[in-house]
Structure formats: structure tokens, C-alpha cells
């Protein structure tokens, strides 16, 4: 038989209780009848590190969690001076300093004359099972705040009322100080709590605030879509590191949520706690899930209200182009009564036209503005870029305004640089731009008021003003003026009519240009500026662009000129028109009796609409080519179709230029003359 080694009886008990306390969850103690511990337990001493020295006697308590220490004396005392048997949950420090859950339970071993002579019992280290039942109960907790967010804000129609529902049921579930929610700039740096919940007696943070002064950890975790956590702002921050912020407006512990949307930050929400606080890993879990919740349903609703805004302009736009085209028309319906009761030459004759003419243009430059917008909206505008002087553009678009601001007597004033401003620009497309911000300024001033533009040189751009003295605008609704179809409260009764849509095709055009539009106001009565910043060609200085009105066309006699249309009234009008202008002209309702007409009557000019009822304008031009009779003369498309694409088309076709309707009788006898010229 095996006799021990000399080292093996020098094992103490000490050292296996220490080898199994490392291995076990439990270990065993036994104290004097008094509940005092009298001689050594080498189990206690191993799980706790406490000598001998400091748990003997009632010393043991001090390896328990100071806020669980009273509590286990009151019953270990009680159980004991009771005889009876006693299990107790409490805190117990380890050797290593971690806190661990514990369940002690004990029980008196008595003698044969039943007097006790021990207590012996038994701690398990349960503190997994404690944690998992934690986690398990914080789920459940979590999940019940989750159906009791969404239940609370499912009807909800109103982003803000879903903000403002969150950050108050979050922050009472939280017990914090406040719960606050924020958009962020498109800067990335500037941010505006709009909605927040504090506790009683708490003042709301609500305000705009720069990101950067809450130091470069806050700056860092939330441009990095990381929570931002901090338990104790003064310790873990510093003042120069963002807590001067934190502590102006109250908060010593936060925990902060970024919502980051295309790479960019675009909104938080944070939890607020007055107080140093030891935030836990379920707490940010629970900030995180709610305001991921929260976000997608405040998405949601903002959607859904963008739709129903957007059904109600539409239907705002429909109600007020049927009004607008109607405007005109019944003047145009009378004018023409006039026409037919009146003298042919007379005074009235001459009013009544007049009266047409105006009330044509008005229509004309509606369904322009459709049109554009519409186009600008798909992308089919296309730029025609040249370099072209600033102050001839400014000259066109006061020329296309001149009629609104002298009839309202406005005082003009323009103001540009001595020098030339040379702009890589469609001229065309920025004279309307110009010329509707002007038209706009002329429409919202009160009779006699003051309309300047001016243009200032920046670096590399010009920045071109155009200020008035009229209505101006509520601040809080500068941001919805260059949304298509608003027209502002304000502003219904000044209008003069419009669809709402001319802001939004000056800013799209602008912005085609590279440049930018901003509009500002002080206040309602106060008047209103809209500023255009566009690029300019620094590097070219050329002489200044005299301003000289084109020459007007010169009448052309003779022409013989075919007319293809197939709208009755606009055939017959046309032909009369042309006629009374000294042409001998033929008209043909579709393309088969304009193909027979073409073969005897061998126009020089031939004025063609595509959409035609038998053939399209394209088989004509191609039909009227091929004949010997009209292989040469020019083929002039007439269509209510004008993108650029269009004008593609009908050159691809064979066309020599092409006209949109309703054609301006000057523009019509240009294109007559230059069919003279090219023969």
C-alpha cells in the first residue's frame, strides 16, 4: 500500500478549500450556536480572500454588498435567535473584488438533548442564473415598451405627435431626466431638438445647438453611427471636451442614438440624466430598438403626409388652371362678339383685338410654364450653353416684364458691375428666370412701389439680387416657396393669378445652370429679396455687349405657302392670315390632299403640323421630298410639341425649322422671309 509523500501531508485544508472553490459553485460554513464564527472555515476564507482576522466572529459581513449588509444581519440574527432554519439571497464579494449573487441557506445541528451546538450551511454562487433571469425579465420589459409605443402611435397622422408620444413614454419607462429628439442639419454639424419630454420641474432642451461644441467623442461616435454613451460627463468628458456643453444645459450622463441615412447624419435621440448615471448594456439596447422603431414609423408618417400634401396641391392645381384658363378665355369669347357686331376698322375692332392678343399671350405663357416645369421635372431640358454677357440677359427679362411693372408704376432700378460678367448660360433659359422673379416682384408689391436688381461680383460667381417693396413673406414659410403649386396664404389676394409653379421652375433652372437661389424676407409688409448666385467666366474680359433691340423683319410679298392643319379654326385663320399679308396660300386638312395639292400648287413654303389624322407630319415631309414639285422648298413644322428632343426629330425628318404653337405672327413672318432668301 502507497504511504503519502511528505509533500502530500503538508496539504492544508486551506489549500483544498481554495482548489475547490475555484472548481465549485458552492461552498460550505458552519458557525458557534451563537451565529458568530468561532473557529476557521477555510471555504469562506477561499471564495471571499478574507484572513481569519477579519471574518471571525460577525467579520464575514463585510465580504457582503454594502447595500445587502443590513438587510442579512437583521435576518441572520433573527434566525438565529429563533432556532430556525434560514435562506437568504444577497451580494458576496470574491476573492478577485467582483460581486457575486449568492443563495445561503442554513440550518442548527442540535445534540441529543435538542440544545444547538452549530449552525451549518451552504452558499451557491448563482449569479448566471440571476443574470439570465435579469436579461430574460429586461427583454420582456423592452418588448412591452415596444407594443406600447407602437399600439400608442399606430393612428398617429402627425411625425410630431409621434416624437412627442416616444420621448415620453420612453423617458418615464427610463425614470431619466429627459428624452430628447433632433434633426441634423444638412451642414452635419448643427442640430435642432424640436421635441422633448423632462420630468417635472425639468426645463425643456428644445433649441438649435452646434454639434462640435459637445467635444470630439460626441462628434466622433455619432458621424460614426456609433450610440454615444457616457456614465459621468465631468469625469469622462472634461470640460474642454464638450462637458461645458452638456453641463449648460443640465445633463451629467447621457446616451445618444444616431440615425445615419445615406452616409450622412441626419437625426438622434438621446437620453438625459441630471445626474452621474451607470448606464447599462439594456439601456442602450432599449434606446436603440425604440428609436429605430421610432424612426421608421416617423418615416412613415412623414410620407404619407407628403403624399396627402401632394394630393391636395394637385387638386389646388387643377381647381386654379381651370380658373386661369378660364380667365382669358372669356375675354377672348367677348372680344370676338365685339369683332363680329362692331365695324370692321373702328375703334372698338381695334380694342377687341387688342384685348385677344393680350388674353393669347397670358395663355401662351401658362402653358409655357406647364410645359417647362414638366420638362424640367423629367429631365428633358437641355441647356443651350454659350457664352453670353450678363447684363444682355438682365436686358431681355426686363424687356418681358416691363409690361407688369409700368402698369402696377413701379420705380426700376438696376444696378451691375462697370465691368462685363461673362456667363456659360442658356440666355434664354436665365432671361425667364430673371424675368419671372421680376414679374413676381411686379405682382406681389402694391401699386407705386420699389422693384431693384442688382448684381454683385463674388469669388468666381455673380450673385444677382432682385428685391421689392411689396407683401414679403412669413419667415416660417420661406422654405415652402420653390415647392411645386404653392402659392403662400399671404400672398392669394396679391397673386393676379398663377399656378404656383414659377419658383420652382426658376429654381430647377438655376440649379440646371450650377448655380443657386435663396429667398429672404423680414417679415410680412416688409418687402422680399431672391437672391440667384451663378458661376461666371472669370478668366475672359471682353468688351461691354451693346443692348440693341433686333431689327424688325422685313414684310415678305408673294410667297406661295401651303398650310397642313388639321383644327378647322386654325387652318382657316391661318390661310386668311397669310392671305391678308399678300401670299397666295392653299390649305389642306390632312396629309393626303396636302400630298395632291403640293404636286399642282408648288408652294415655296409649306407649313406642316405632325399630328395629323391620316398620315404624320413625318410621312408628309418625306412624301413632299420626294416630289419634283417640293423637293426644294422649305418645310417648316408646326406643332404644339417644342423640346429639344422634338426639334430632333422633325430636322431628322427633314424640316428647315421648326415652330411651336401658338406662333407669334412676327416670329411667322421671319420664317417667310427666310424661305425667300434661301431660294
Not at 452646434?210 to 469625469?235: K, N
Request: charged share 25%; proline share 5%; aromatic share 4%.
Amino acid at each position: 500500500m502507497a504511504h503519502p509523500s511528505p509533500e502530500h501531508e503538508l496539504v492544508s485544508d486551506e489549500q483544498r478549500a481554495k482548489a475547490l472553490a475555484g472548481s465549485s459553485q458552492t461552498f460550505f460554513w458552519f458557525t458557534a450556536p451563537s451565529g458568530e464564527i468561532e473557529t476557521e472555515v477555510p471555504p469562506l476564507a477561499a471564495f471571499t480572500g478574507l484572513s481569519w482576522d477579519h471574518y471571525r466572529g460577525m467579520g464575514w459581513l463585510q465580504a457582503i454588498h454594502p447595500d445587502d449588509r443590513q438587510r442579512i444581519r437583521s435576518h441572520w440574527l433573527s434566525a438565529t435567535s429563533a432556532e430556525q432554519s434560514l435562506s437568504m439571497t444577497y451580494r458576496l464579494r470574491r476573492h478577485d473584488g467582483e460581486y457575486r449573487h449568492v443563495v445561503a441557506q442554513s440550518a442548527p445541528v442540535r445534540d441529543a438533548d435538542g440544545r444547538i451546538v452549530e449552525w451549518v450551511g451552504h452558499c451557491t454562487d448563482i449569479t448566471h442564473a440571476t443574470m439570465a433571469e435579469a436579461a430574460l425579465k429586461q427583454s420582456e420589459e423592452r418588448f412591452r415598451l415596444l407594443d406600447a409605443l407602437s399600439q400608442a402611435t399606430r393612428e398617429s397622422t402627425d411625425a410630431t405627435a409621434v416624437m412627442a408620444l416616444t420621448a415620453r413614454l420612453l423617458g418615464e419607462h427610463m425614470h431619466v431626466t429627459r428624452c430628447a429628439y433632433a434633426d441634423v442639419d444638412t451642414d452635419a454639424d448643427r442640430f435642432s431638438i424640436r421635441n422633448d419630454w423632462a420630468a417635472c420641474g425639468v426645463a425643456s432642451s428644445a433649441g438649435v445647438y452646434s454639434l462640435s461644441l459637445f467635444g470630439p467623442q460626441a462628434m466622433s461616435d455619432l458621424h460614426g453611427g456609433r450610440t454615444l454613451v457616457v456614465r459621468d460627463v465631468d469625469l469622462e468628458l472634461g470640460e474642454a471636451g464638450g462637458g461645458r456643453m452638456f453641463n449648460a444645459i443640465g445633463i451629467k450622463a447621457i446616451i445618444c442614438a444616431p440615425l445615419i441615412k445615406h452616409g450622412r447624419l441626419t437625426a438622434m435621440m438621446a437620453l438625459h440624466q441630471a445626474a452621474p448615471r451607470q448606464w447599462t448594456a439594456g439601456d442602450v439596447l432599449l434606446l436603440e430598438n425604440v428609436v429605430e422603431r421610432c424612426w421608421a414609423h416617423i418615416e412613415r408618417v412623414r410620407d404619407a403626409a407628403a403624399l396627402r400634401e401632394q394630393d391636395r396641391r394637385k387638386t389646388e392645381f387643377l381647381a386654379t388652371l381651370a380658373h386661369e384658363l378660364r380667365n382669358p378665355l372669356a375675354p377672348v369669347r367677348f372680344a370676338t362678339e365685339l369683332l363680329r357686331r362692331s365695324p370692321p376698322g373702328g375703334e372698338v375692332a381695334a380694342r377687341a383685338q387688342d384685348i385677344i392678343e393680350r388674353q393669347v399671350s397670358n395663355m401662351t405663357r401658362l402653358i409655357d410654364d406647364l410645359l417647362d416645369i414638366s420638362r424640367v421635372s423629367r429631365g428633358l431640358i437641355e441647356l443651350e450653353l454659350e457664352r453670353v454677357a450678363l447684363n444682355k440677359v438682365v436686358a431681355v427679362a426686363l424687356e418681358t416684364s416691363r409690361p407688369l411693372l409700368d402698369a402696377a408704376g413701379h420705380h426700376v432700378e438696376v444696378s451691375l458691375p462697370a465691368e462685363p460678367v461673362w456667363l456659360d448660360a442658356d440666355a434664354t433659359r436665365l432671361s425667364q428666370v430673371l424675368g419671372n422673379l421680376l414679374n413676381n416682384a411686379a405682382k406681389y408689391t402694391p401699386p407705386g412701389g420699389k422693384v431693384r436688381l442688382a448684381a454683385t461680383l463674388v469669388a468666381g460667381a455673380v450673385e444677382i439680387d432682385v428685391a421689392d417693396s411689396g407683401i414679403g413673406i412669413p419667415r416660417e414659410q420661406i422654405g415652402q416657396l420653390f415647392q411645386m403649386f404653392t402659392q403662400l396664404p399671404n400672398a392669394a389676394s396679391h397673386s393676379q393669378g398663377g399656378l404656383g409653379i414659377g419658383l420652382a421652375l426658376v429654381r430647377r433652372l438655376v440649379e440646371l445652370h450650377g448655380g443657386s437661389v435663396r429667398a429672404s424676407s423680414p417679415g410680412v409688409g416688409h418687402g422680399s429679396t431672391f437672391t440667384v448666385v451663378l458661376p461666371i467666366e472669370a478668366s475672359v474680359r471682353a468688351a461691354a455687349v451693346r443692348l440693341e433691340p433686333p431689327p424688325p423683319a422685313k414684310r415678305t410679298l408673294g410667297v406661295r405657302v401651303l398650310v397642313v392643319e388639321d383644327n378647322a379654326d386654325g387652318l382657316q385663320s391661318l390661310v386668311e392670315l397669310l392671305g391678308i399679308a399678300g401670299h397666295e396660300v392653299r390649305g389642306a386638312p390632312d396629309g393626303r390632299t396636302a400630298i395632291a395639292l403640293a404636286a399642282d400648287f408648288s408652294p415655296q413654303l409649306v407649313l406642316l403640323d405632325i399630328g395629323l389624322p391620316d398620315m404624320s407630319g413625318y410621312e408628309v415631309a418625306a412624301a413632299l421630298r420626294a416630289l419634283a414639285a417640293t423637293r426644294l422648298c422649305r418645310l417648316v413644322a408646326l406643332t404644339g410639341w417644342g423640346t429639344a428632343d422634338d426639334r430632333r426629330k422633325t430636322a431628322e425628318a427633314g424640316f428647315d425649322e421648326h415652330l411651336v404653337k401658338p406662333v407669334d405672327p412676327e416670329a411667322l413672318e421671319a420664317v417667310i422671309a427666310r424661305s425667300v432668301l434661301a431660294r
